[in-house]
């Protein structure tokens, strides 16, 4: 709200006067302000621009390096029996897979007894081995001890001890109509990753006691071994033998992972994975595509709506658009596939790129040619690999003593500068301010005293008057 005070003396409304003389004043500061505001939007417009670069670099770093073009995939006819995964690099080859046994840890069950019964007082000795000959043989791992309380071990808490034992076994107990039985089971596949468990038992009775959980060749304590097996297959029709269901060290780069027996065989592949090698070119055109529309959007003029783009006429950011359409005509000499176009990438009116995925496909059947294109090495940076180029070339635009860098740097001092010179008007504006409710305020006082004057010299007249009548 306004303050219209009026002179004391004067009847002159000195504030709303001097406010509008230091509008006056303050002028300048809408031209400045505005100025300030563009400064700034070009500063966000040039960030944009620079972060839009750098992701391009960023790809070129990517299409540059060797193995986004030696992308492979494994392929299984019957994924449910024979699973494939390839490290990158693998030689595209293809390989007929049977499998007639898979691997299998060693289990034991014993015999049932009443639930909750302390099973006696000894050790049990627990020692990882193979059973193949028939007879178990130690491993090189020293037997782990376990020791049984006197009328306190149950089942469940000798199943306890002995997964808290880390003997290479597991242990569970279970419970049905019958009573309660301690389930053991090896912590790894195949036949030579058995387990056998020797009781020492205090009552010496080889029925009684400890000795009825004894996991030993023969069964004389009645409890049930299925023994472990190694995964058996053929591969082209050469028998292999693996202790896991994971066979991995066999085929350089190729892990198989044997998931049932079959009757048939399991066709798997090695292929070159173009839909791998597809996508990271398209992220590569994505991102030209976005940096190419914003440049066009902010330098360009709407004849429709007649509004032009924040940088319409900056010579930065139209070189810039300039010098990347450019960029993406350049040359890769000396092999199969030379420029982006002849992969499938090609430049549109406009400046847009669209992939032609059927050609692209095609150049991707040759995928160390494609790969050549865009890291080719050459000490002339002209001829280098796209790729190689394109890092380069966002380095040059966005890095930083790039020039996108230094235009933002520069425009950044411009706005101190700004900043420099509205404060330099309201400092101006202050000190009118001042001067001119000092003069006013001077003015104001002198009519005071003239109407003091002029009331006197109007009472003596008038006091004269009443004398002289």
Known sequence: MAITSTGMSSGVPIETIVKQMVALERAPLVPLQTQANKFQSKISLFGTLSSMMNTLGELGTKLATPSSFQAVKGNSSLATAVGISVASGTAPTAMSVEVTQLARAQSSASQAVPRDTAMGTGNLRITLGDWTSGNFVAGEAAGVDIEILEGEDTLAQIAA???AADAGVTATVLRDASGER???????????MGFEMQATDA????????SRLAVQGGGASGVQITHGTNA?????GIAVESASNTFKDGLPGITLEFLQTTTAAVEVSVTHDKEAMTKTIQSFVDAYNALNDMLTSTTSYNPDTKVAGSLQGDSTAVGLQNALRGMMRSVTPGGAFTTLASIGIELKAGGKMSLDSAKLGTALDTPNAVQNLFNADHIDPTAQGFGEKLKSFADGFAGTTGTLTSRSESLRDAVKRNTKEQEKVNERAIRAEARYLKQYNAMDAMVGRFNSINNFVTQQITQWNRSTS
């Open 203 to 210: 009552d010496g009775d080889p029925a009684a006691g400890l």
């Open 161 to 163: 001890k002995i997964n």
């Open 232 to 236: 058996l297959a053929t591969i082209n």
């Open 182 to 192: 301690l389930l053991m089971r090896s912590k790894e596949t195949g036949a030579a």
